[in-house]
Every structure is written in structure tokens, then in C-alpha cells.
């Protein structure tokens, strides 16, 4: 009877020992998006230079990528900021601007759309035994029509999470 009951305690803090506390995971997409801003040039009556400041799109919105049926930014408003996800499974990511301005003079809406490719390297980073893995990626070139865009301008490269912001966007 010792025995059992010596053999009970044993297994019972062997099992205790063993559990393994599980990390829990976030149900979203672990790899990070490409932190898109928008900024805008104007000029400074008093010096005669130009001031950058971040701009505010005072338009609606709406992002959607080529070659999916999902759209990323859906009809938002003064919009300062976006996140872009990338396809962890290609080196490139296009995305199509849609902007719908109101035009004050003729009281009408006109469309406006541009183009943002982005070429990538993505490369696979071991999270944890729980989450598993997930991609990080570099960006290698980064181009836009220019209807309403003036250009886009690569801040960071590497991509390890949307803390800060990889691209900027300046706007006509």
C-alpha cells in the first residue's frame, strides 16, 4: 500500500513538473504589415521654402489589393496612417488607391487612383513551439504612380513589426 501511494506522489509531481504553461497566441497574423504615413508639401510664405508636415487625407479612402477580393482600407476618412500586409508567399505586393474627392468648385466627385508596389524579400522567423513561425521581411524597391501621389519614400527596410513606420507617401 506505501508503494502505491509512494508511486501516486511520484507520478503526480512528475506530471506537475511536466506541464508545459501554454503562450497564448494572438488569433491575428503574427507577421507584420508594411506602416504606410501620408505627408504633404506646402509653401512657406515667409522663408520661401517648402514645409513637409503630415497629412491628414480629408478624402475617403479605400485600398485594395491586386490580385485579392479583400479590400484593406474601406472607406475611411482623414486618414493619417495605413498598414499594408504583405503576401508571405510572393516578392511583390501591389495595392491600388482609390480616392474619392469632392471637387468644391463643380460640387462633383472625382475619383482619383493610384498604384504603390512594393518589392520584398521575406524570410520566415521562429516565433515559439506554441505560435509557431512567422515572416519578417525587407523591402527592396518601393514605387507609385503619381496622380494624387508626388512620391513614396522608403523610412525602414526591415520589417519586424509595425511599431514604426516603413514608407512615406507624399501627396500632390
Same mark, same amino acid.
Not at 460640387?107 to 504603390?116: A, F, G, N, V
Given at each position: 500500500?506505501?508503494?502505491?501511494? $509512494?508511486? =501516486?506522489?511520484?507520478?503526480?509531481?512528475?506530471?506537475? /513538473?511536466? &506541464?508545459?504553461? +501554454?503562450?497564448? &497566441?494572438?488569433?491575428?497574423?503574427?507577421?507584420?504589415?508594411?506602416?504606410?504615413?501620408?505627408?504633404?508639401?506646402?509653401?512657406? %510664405?515667409?522663408?520661401? !521654402? =517648402?514645409? $513637409?508636415?503630415?497629412?491628414?487625407?480629408?478624402?475617403? =479612402?479605400?485600398?485594395?489589393?491586386?490580385?485579392?477580393?479583400?479590400?484593406?482600407? +474601406?472607406?475611411?476618412?482623414?486618414?493619417?496612417?495605413?498598414? #499594408?500586409?504583405?503576401?508571405?508567399?510572393?516578392?511583390?505586393?501591389? @495595392?491600388?488607391?482609390?480616392?474619392? %474627392?469632392?471637387?468644391?468648385?463643380?460640387?462633383?466627385?472625382?475619383?482619383?487612383? +493610384?498604384?504603390? *508596389?512594393?518589392?520584398?524579400?521575406?524570410?520566415?522567423?521562429?516565433?515559439?513551439? !506554441? &505560435?509557431? @513561425?512567422?515572416?519578417?521581411?525587407?523591402?527592396?524597391?518601393? $514605387?507609385?504612380?503619381?496622380?494624387? @501621389? *508626388?512620391?513614396?519614400?522608403?523610412?525602414?527596410? +526591415? /520589417?519586424?513589426? !509595425?511599431?514604426?513606420?516603413? #514608407?512615406? /507617401?507624399?501627396?500632390?
Amino acid at each position: 500500500m506505501k508503494l502505491i501511494g $509512494t508511486l =501516486l506522489i511520484v507520478v503526480t509531481v512528475f506530471g506537475v /513538473i511536466a &506541464c508545459n504553461t +501554454d503562450k497564448i &497566441c494572438s488569433d491575428t497574423n503574427p507577421s507584420p504589415g508594411v506602416v504606410v504615413e501620408f505627408y504633404r508639401d506646402t509653401l512657406n %510664405k515667409k522663408t520661401g !521654402e =517648402l514645409d $513637409t508636415f503630415k497629412f491628414s487625407l480629408p478624402d475617403t =479612402l479605400v485600398v485594395k489589393g491586386i490580385g485579392t477580393d479583400s479590400l484593406v482600407v +474601406d472607406s475611411l476618412r482623414s486618414v493619417q496612417r495605413i498598414v #499594408l500586409p504583405l503576401n508571405n508567399n510572393a516578392q511583390t505586393s501591389t @495595392f491600388t488607391f482609390v480616392i474619392n %474627392k469632392l471637387n468644391p468648385a463643380s460640387k462633383k466627385r472625382e475619383i482619383t487612383k +493610384d498604384t504603390l *508596389k512594393i518589392d520584398y524579400e521575406g524570410r520566415r522567423a521562429f516565433v515559439s513551439q !506554441e &505560435c509557431g @513561425f512567422k515572416f519578417d521581411f525587407t523591402i527592396k524597391n518601393a $514605387t507609385a504612380t503619381q496622380n494624387r @501621389f *508626388k512620391n513614396s519614400v522608403t523610412q525602414q527596410t +526591415d /520589417i519586424t513589426n !509595425e511599431a514604426s513606420t516603413a #514608407l512615406y /507617401i507624399y501627396f500632390k
